[in-house]
């Protein structure tokens, strides 16, 4: 299908949900204007404390366009590692032929050079349809409630997704919302299953109230697992970095947070919050080339996509901001960019996406990092 006829019908399909969606995509766009308004003063501050440099960049437009086969739209686009040679994807509010889904979950093979570009996604159905992978309850209304996943990991035969529920208190008002839990929900995947196959994930009780969207990204490191938290609070968008033993995942009390003091203790509210200008969800990986921790996010109101480095996890919040690339203006709208996150690394190459909110669409591009940036 051309381009043109992509986006009449990405159009067509969003009209549509403003005007029979129960929560609708209206709605959806008032949260995120309002919380960006919110924090544009704070903001402003610290766009003055970060560094631009050049960058080889290199633009894929819309990433992978097979996903339109299934899906109108969504945002998220989280890679999870299945096994050797099978990426899962986890996606947030997902535009479908029947209305809006507040996630879904997808397949693909790994991510290679050669796929990259076009890769086939395989999403999660069910007697045909594109279905929620977190299944609400039945006493859970999806007008006023949604599940929106994050990052995980796969240990041993488990599957675990972070998620959180948000509690829609009135759909027609901006930032009318509440978290209500920050949570993980898991999957026991049979030892004989296989593509195509029933999937079950078990929706936990919740790991935290304390507002925060934990799961915003998931690293595996040595013992570790390192699970990047989102949080806002007195006009500000920050980010805070929580580690567990990977075997202890389920157990809310033995997660220890970085401190101001750059050691690591179990009291969340002396956490050490970082960067206070971020979009939606990022990233965080270690880069083998560089011997360093890379974290990607995407900057509220310039758009901006931005790169951290530093040697440890702790030296994070003291880590430089390196304006990697700037998306181009969406022209006649106040909308704006979000969640920008690196997806893959191919040598030298990093390949982030970030979602355009006029599309609704996840948008590919890759960066040289061959030249050191500090």
Not at 14 to 38: C, E, H, P, Q
Not at 320 to 334: A, E, F, M, Q, R
Not at 356 to 371: F, K
Request: proline share 3%; charged share 20%; net charge positive.
């Amino acid at each position: 299908m051309k381009l043109k006829q992509l986006k009449r019908k990405r159009k067509a399909g969003i009209s549509d949900l403003n005007n029979n969606a129960g929560m609708g995509w209206n709605s959806v766009l008032n949260y995120r204007k309002t919380f960006v308004l919110v924090l544009l003063p704070l903001v402003l501050v610290l766009i003055l404390f970060q560094c631009s440099k050049q960058f080889n960049v290199t633009d894929y437009g819309i990433f992978a366009p097979s996903r339109l086969a299934y899906v109108k739209g969504q945002d998220g686009c989280t890679p999870i590692d299945f096994n050797e040679s099978t990426t899962i994807w986890t996606f947030g509010d997902t535009i479908t032929d029947d209305g809006m889904l507040s996630n879904s979950l997808a397949f693909t093979e790994k991510i290679d050079e050669s796929k990259i570009k076009n890769i086939s996604f395989r999403f999660y159905t069910e007697n045909g349809r594109v279905v929620e992978f977190i299944k609400y309850h039945e006493n859970e209304n999806p007008v006023k409630e949604r599940l929106w996943p994050f990052d995980g990991i796969r240990i041993g035969n488990k599957v675990y997704v972070y998620y959180v529920h948000v509690a829609i208190e009135d759909p027609s008002k901006p930032l009318s919302f509440t978290i209500k839990e920050s949570s993980i929900a898991y999957w026991d995947v049979p030892k004989q299953w296989d593509s195509g196959k029933r999937i079950a994930f078990v929706r936990s009780k919740n790991i935290s109230r304390e507002g925060i969207a934990f799961g915003a990204s998931v690293l595996e490191m040595d013992e570790y697992l390192y699970v990047v938290g989102h949080g806002s609070k007195d006009n500000r968008s920050y980010l805070i970095i929580a580690r567990v033993n990977k075997n202890e995942i389920m157990q809310f009390t033995k997660y220890e947070f970085l401190q101001g003091d750059s050691n690591w203790g179990k009291d969340i509210q002396k956490t050490k919050t970082l960067f206070e200008d971020v979009a939606g969800e990022c990233s965080l990986h270690y880069d083998n080339n560089l011997s360093s921790f890379v974290l990607v996010y995407c900057q509220l109101f310039t758009g901006n996509i931005i790169l951290c480095m530093a040697k440890s996890i702790e030296a994070l919040p003291q880590a430089k901001k390196i304006i990697v690339y700037t998306p181009p203006k969406n022209d006649g709208t106040s909308m704006m960019y979000y969640s920008a996150k690196t997806i893959a690394q191919l040598k030298r190459n990093v390949f982030i996406v970030y979602m355009n909110p006029l599309t609704y669409q996840p948008y590919l591009i890759s960066v040289d990092l061959s030249n050191k940036l500090w």
